[in-house]
């Protein structure tokens, strides 16, 4: 099994992500996340496969198989736990809870 590299994300950096489309027929996606707070590049190479910026994902949900699905929860809730950790972090999701609330908005 592959190991992760863990990265840390920094709660006094703000991270940056982009969304990439393929040249390729059919084409594929994929997003990047800069944690160091870096601009995204407009394009990049990856293994010979050309990706430009785009504003639009096609992601059809029924081809990912459980365990991919299972993967990216687990990498999510573990990303959501990091963030939370900071207390800086969760005292904004707290403003930005009860500011929900007071206009009525649902969680």
Not at 27 to 53: A, N
Not at 75 to 88: D, G, I, N, Q, R
């Amino acid at each position: 099994m592959e190991k992760r590299q863990e990265k840390r994300l920094s709660p006094e950096r703000e991270n940056k992500s982009s969304a990439y489309k393929s040249k390729t027929k059919p084409p594929q996606y994929m997003v990047v996340v800069k944690l160091d707070g870096t601009e995204p590049e407009e394009s990049f190479e990856d293994k010979g496969v050309v990706y430009e910026r785009t504003d639009h994902i096609h992601i059809d949900l029924n081809s990912i198989p459980d365990h991919v699905r299972d993967d990216l929860a687990i990498a999510t809730l573990e990303a959501a736990k990091e963030f939370y950790s900071h207390p800086k972090n969760e005292v904004e999701y707290q403003k930005w809870l009860a500011a929900r609330k007071a206009k009525g908005v649902s969680e």
